[in-house]
Nanobody
Framework: QVQLVETGGGLVQAGGSLRLSCAAS???????YGWFRQAPGKEREFVAA????????LYADSVKGRFTMSRDNAKNTVYLQMNSLKPEDTAVYYC??????????????????WGQGTQVTVSS
């Protein structure tokens, strides 16, 4: 049984920072871990993804230069450092695992495992 547990969400003022963590347990299939977010009334959207085996992370254009995704293989944990937060970043953020290649890494349907989500609220 695969479990993904996100922590680190909260309330922050615009311009502030938060760091999300996603701890994985159990065996996952696929090479990519990703972060997605879903705001009220909107579809779940891609934020970032990283390969467990190396290479540069992928980012959505809306977060490029502000967010940084990283991994700690020894701890089976991925992180999302979010800087210069904007009110439009407000959403529930989800960690995902199991995408098998670069194409699927940007798509929610490419992932088979999801965390419970953590709320990020950015006030103006």
């Amino acid at each position: 049984q695969v479990q993904l547990v996100e922590t680190g969400g909260g309330l922050v003022q615009a311009g502030g920072s938060l760091r999300l963590s996603c701890a994985a347990s159990g065996r996952t299939f696929g090479n990519y871990y990703g972060w997605f977010r879903q705001a009220p009334g909107k579809e779940r959207e891609f934020v970032a993804a990283i390969s467990w085996s190396g290479g540069n992370p992928l980012y959505a254009d809306s977060v490029k230069g502000r967010f940084t995704m990283s991994r700690d293989n020894a701890k089976n944990t991925v992180y999302l450092q979010m800087n210069s937060l904007k009110p439009e970043d407000t959403a529930v953020y989800y960690c995902a695992a199991g995408a098998t290649n670069l194409i699927f890494a940007r798509e929610a349907r490419g992932y088979g495992y999801w965390g419970q989500g953590t709320q990020v609220t950015v006030s103006s």
